[in-house]
């Protein structure tokens, strides 16, 4: 689920997070033995291994035919095919799935931040009556455990026949999107100069123009990395998406892989094609994003 | 009141649209989960009228006899004296699952982000290799090591079989299983940290390392009274989220044990789910999960902020 910073806390300031983008140059220190190098290397050479390994065995399987999953014995490839991509695709509902993750993910995305953005705004500029509160429900809300939620809106949604639907989802999403949008952007929102609202103010104009023409065109980038990681979230939430869809074409992918792998003879071969599958489009996100999340995320936190 | 109105209307026209949602969507449901604790509401209950169709179309509903009622503290009785459900085996669950998870997951992230603080070739490789796990949708890592767990056809069992060992039979016992997920958990939370402090690092003047060094501070030195004391703003924050989030981790639970063997390496958040969700479905009792958990973190969070304020922690 999305997450979030606590405002109480302050993390190091932004510069520490952004100084990944460009590593700076260590302060010299005694050249490493190279006993002590081979050790480095060997520990992250390990350790990237554990990381990755995961990754590429479940890419391996699912160019394995079915009958070759089943083996007891390990290989790496075995008559290597894309058969299993085929089934996945033609065979199952897996298009669907497809289908309604995107379109549950981008309505949360696009309304997640439409519903945020300027109280992020508010919350970065102005000092107002409420915004600590409205800060500390912030917070609140990502200690809220699915739990607590999922049966109350899911007998709203049932009351209202939204069960069963994709709006029930996004209305669920919500409640995580729209707390987590607004911090990020405030986030955002702070890093752009404060002179520039003023220069707007003394042009004549209102604090709504000067957030739509002045701040949202700067703050471009921060919307897009935040919009990307709500879009992941909603992308890889499962729990609402299983209770609340019923019918297989209804499912989003989360739901449905989970059809593959019932309690006997599941089907690993669908399965890690699958995985593939809704991991790729992820990962191309995340890695456009990730580089400018941590930064978000800790900014956020730098102003009580 | 109306100066302040006058001073202020903009600040909240703006805020406006996420106090509705937070309003409608988070506290309106809450407030009717905390009430839905204090009632018997299952789904056989769940109909305050029924109605039957009579011929020529009409519908007449009366009251049902057998509605929700209110029940006071009993749900909350039940479930913490083990009448209904198995609270505090999840309960043990959970903190095991908690402490395990963000304790792997800190000395891990610590241990690589130093490592690649320093400069060498390869740097950025393995910085992005490292990263990975993070890309993939939790679910997605549930199910892959699942399967690499898979007792007939996953690759650790086939492993140990290479070697000569016996094959586990990861999810018939209680610990066994609970690890199968910390492992899984584990690998997918350690990026997070790895980034959050290498953040931190770079942020960590370096003259200091470098007076200590001229000082004749050892490594293990420089680590403990300059890296330590460096981080601790990250490392709090992370911590406590960290903390939360794996203490609400739905989905690794929910895939990789899926409670197995018999509901007992089920945690609150999972168990609280198939109350909901899974054979009679028990709205109330999974209502009483609810608030029993948050109330937890809540505790958590507070005593938490407290004792790092104790020791000197600026809020």
């Known amino acids: 689920m999305a997450e979030v910073i606590p405002e109480a806390i302050q993390p190091p300031t932004i510069q520490g997070a952004q100084a990944l983008e460009r590593p700076r140059p260590p302060h010299r220190r005694n ?47 075995a008559s290597p095919t894309l058969e299993n991509y085929r089934t996945l695709l033609t065979g199952t509902d897996f298009p669907y799935w497809f289908l309604n993750s995107v379109v549950v993910a981008a309505f949360t995305m696009v309304f997640g931040i439409a519903m945020s953005a300027t109280a992020g705004y508010a919350l970065s500029r102005f000092n107002f009556p409420g915004k600590r509160q409205l800060m500390w429900t912030f917070l609140l809300t990502q200690m809220f455990p699915v739990a607590i939620l999922i049966v109350p809106i899911y ?62 065109p700067l703050a471009r980038p921060g919307i897009a990395v935040t919009a990307f990681y709500t879009f992941l979230t909603a992308w890889a939430e499962v729990a609402y998406a299983i209770a ?34 809704v991991t790729l489009p992820a990962a191309l996100v995340f890695f456009f994003a990730q580089r400018h999340l941590v930064a978000g995320l800790t900014a956020g936190g730098t102003k009580g | 009141m109306r100066k302040s109105f006058d001073k202020h209307w903009y600040a909240w026209a703006m805020v406006v649209p996420t106090v509705i949602v937070l309003g409608v969507l988070v506290f309106y ?35 049902n006899p057998d509605a929700a009622e209110f029940v006071g503290l009993d749900n909350y009785v039940d479930v913490l004296t083990g009448a209904q459900g198995d609270f505090w085996l999840q309960f043990v669950n959970t903190l095991v699952w908690t402490v395990a998870c963000v304790t792997f997951h800190y000395v891990l992230g610590l241990g690589l982000a130093v490592m690649l603080n320093r400069e060498f070739r390869g740097r950025s490789f393995y910085r992005v290799a490292l990263i990975l796990p993070w890309a993939v949708p939790s679910f997605v890592a549930a199910f892959a090591w ?50 959050a402090l290498l953040g931190g690092l770079q942020s960590i003047n370096g003259d200091l390392y470098e007076a200590a060094e001229i000082d004749g501070a050892t490594p293990w030195q420089r680590f403990v009274n300059i890296t330590l004391p460096g981080l601790r703003p990250v490392s709090s924050t992370v911590i406590l989220l960290g903390t939360i989030w794996t203490f609400n981790m739905f989905p690794i639970i929910y895939f990789v044990t899926r409670g197995q063997p018999a509901g007992e390496t089920e945690i609150l958040v999972t168990g609280a789910y198939k109350a909901a969700f899974e054979g009679i479905r028990d709205y109330s009792l999974a209502a009483t999960y609810g608030v029993l958990i948050l109330s937890i973190l809540v505790v958590y969070a507070g005593v938490y902020k407290r004792v790092l304020a104790k020791q000197g922690e600026v809020f």
């Open chain 1, 31 to 77: 050249r490493r033995s190279p006993l002590a190098s081979i050790a480095l290397h060997a520990t992250l050479v390990v350790a990237t291994f554990c990381a990755l390994f995961p990754i590429a065995w479940v890419v391996l399987s699912s160019i394995k035919p079915a009958s070759e999953i089943r083996r007891s014995e390990i290989q790496l490839f």
């Open chain 1, 155 to 216: 007998t709203i949604m049932a009351n209202l026949g939204l069960i069963d639907t994709k709006a029930s989802l996004v209305i669920a999403y919500m409640t995580v999107a729209v707390p987590f949008c607004a911090w990020m952007l405030r986030g955002y929102f702070d890093t752009i100069p404060r002179e520039l609202d003023e220069a707007a103010a003394l042009d004549g104009l209102g604090p709504f123009a000067t957030f739509w023409r002045v701040v949202l």
């Open chain 1, 244 to 277: 609340f869809m019923q019918s297989s074409r209804n499912y989003t992918l989360g739901a449905g892989l989970q059809q593959f792998v019932p309690q006997f003879s599941p089907r690993w071969e669908l399965l890690t094609s699958g995985a593939v599958l």
């Open chain 2, 29 to 63: 449901p809450l407030v009717r989960g905390v009430g839905q604790s204090f009632t018997n509401l299952n789904e056989s209950n769940q109909r305050s009228e029924i109605c039957t169709k009579v011929l020529g179309g009409e519908e007449t509903c009366k009251p």
């Open chain 2, 146 to 195: 699942r399967f690499i767990f898979d007792e007939r056809f996953g690759v650790i069992n086939g492993a140990l079989r290479a070697i000569g060992l016996d094959p586990v039979a990861w999810f018939e016992q209680r610990w066994t299983s609970l690890f199968t997920a910390i492992v899984a958990n584990v690998w997918l939370g350690v990026p997070f940290m790895m980034v």
